[in-house]
């Protein structure tokens, strides 16, 4: 960890700062350059990287770079193992009032913007898992097919449809689930648990592209240099250690359940490329709607040559050195 500490007699609030944005904007990169600068802890926000195993497809930082600056909340699952946003509030929180103790300031990146929502509002007291219930929501899924089962959750509850992407099974049917037994999917019912009842300062910061074009061809370089590195021959080896884990959450994560439906002979290899990549642009566009519909995100663009300066110079005056 960076030795530095705030000085906690002048600074008593210490913040909590967010680092949000699409994906391929360079979040983590900033934030291991911000961690060089200023007495900050990292924590991923990520429901891909808490899973063992799962590196290349998540852009995980390296091992060595990780043992230089430690995230807290990467490879704490094995990919069989569910791993919710209310186990990630805990977690997270738990490591937040940690780094607060010893006089350092949490700093909270990522993608996974749900995550980030129930880390500051908190998350609705849902009813429980209803096992026969979602027995009999599958089996409609097999009959009408998962597209047809996600079109009746948009009729139902359009709010919540659209925090929910079409191929998200689980949550398509975690929501239905909770609308038929309480008329609705928590969306009006009141949150409990997050930041933002509490007392603690959250500076929540979001990282762009403003140029459109330039995302999509970093996603594209991206995902040819994980190619590189050897996605498809790390998604084959989860695929033999754990031959279940196909519709498991860990597996949700964009570009695994391509790379599985290949690996399988269910697509060719030109289609898992197309699929991938149209996957990452749809998943940047959600991540980019979400951000703009949540109030409070201090946004800053990642093709301005000098951002590095601009959010430092906003975290001098927010009191974070």
Known sequence: MNPKNVNVAAAPNLPVIFLAGTTACGKTDLALRLAREFPFDLVSVDSGQVYRGMDIGTAKPAPAVLEKTPHGLIDIRDVEEPYSAADFRTDAQRLISDSRRRGRIPLCVGGTLFYFSALFYGLSDLPPADALLRATLEEEARAVGWPGLYERLHRLAPDAARHIAPEDRQRILRALEIHMH????????????????????????????????????????????????????????????????????????????????????????????????????RLAKRQLTWLRNEPGWIWFDALNPRVFEGISRFLDAAGCR
């Open 182 to 281: 309480s008329g609705s999917v928590g969306e009006e019912t009141a949150r409990i648990g997050g930041l933002a009842g509490s007392n603690v300062r959250v500076l929540k910061l979001c990282l762009f592209l403003s140029n459109r074009a330039v995302l999509h061809e970093r996603i594209s370089q991206r995902f040819k240099s994980m190619l590189g590195q050897g996605f498809l021959e790390e998604v084959e080896g989860l695929k033999s250690a754990f031959p279940k884990a196909r519709q498991t959450p860990a597996m949700r994560s964009v570009g695994y359940q391509q790379a599985w439906r290949f690996l399988q002979g269910e697509t060719s290899r030109r289609q898992f490329e197309e699929d991938v990549q149209t996957a990452t642009r």
